[in-house]
């Protein structure tokens, strides 16, 4: 498992250059693939050099997003698996899941302005309306909600 790849990545396709990140400098890399998947959020896997993504049409945009940087985190830090296919309820109970979870987060939720916004008392809804992202993803990425109760086990 490599974290340290996600800062790199978020450098080299400068996703972090504005509020809410563009995501479509990750799905040029990527080919993604939208799809009704039922209970499966995503799905990806490694073909060529970069890979495949497939997201769910069911889920809001907000969740998309989440879902494409949650795959793509996988297949920049995991190994492990040629295919990883995500459900919500896999989050918590699985390490590697758990790491690409908040892989995403660092992804879509820039530290630097995300002090400043909860230094100016932005609530979690308002800091999710702002980031494009699901309010859990917040979560997240203070440590907080399932993620922290899910580290601790
Ligand atoms: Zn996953």
Redesign the pocket.
């Known amino acids: 498992m490599r974290f340290r790849s996600i800062p790199r990545l978020i450098d080299r396709l400068h996703l972090h250059a504005s509020i809410p990140v563009d995501l479509a400098p990750l799905i040029e890399r990527y080919e993604v693939q939208y799809q009704p998947l039922r209970s499966i959020?995503?799905f990806?896997f490694r073909y060529d050099r970069a890979g495949l993504i497939g997201v769910n049409t069911d889920l809001h945009p907000f969740e998309q997003r989440m879902v494409i940087a949650?795959?793509a985190?996988?297949l920049t830090m995991h190994n492990r698996d040629d295919y990883?296919?995500?459900r919500r309820g896999?989050?918590w109970h699985?390490r590697?899941?758990m790491q690409?979870?908040f892989a995403a987060s660092l992804l879509l939720v820039p530290a630097g302005r995300l002090v400043d916004n909860v230094h100016d008392g932005a609530t979690v809804e308002e800091l999710a309306a702002l980031y494009e992202v699901p309010h859990d993803l917040i979560m997240v990425r203070f440590g907080l909600g399932e993620y922290a109760k899910a580290r601790r086990r």
Do not use: N, P
């Open positions: 959020l995503g990806a949650h795959e985190a996988h990883y296919s995500c896999d989050w699985s590697m899941e690409a979870q």
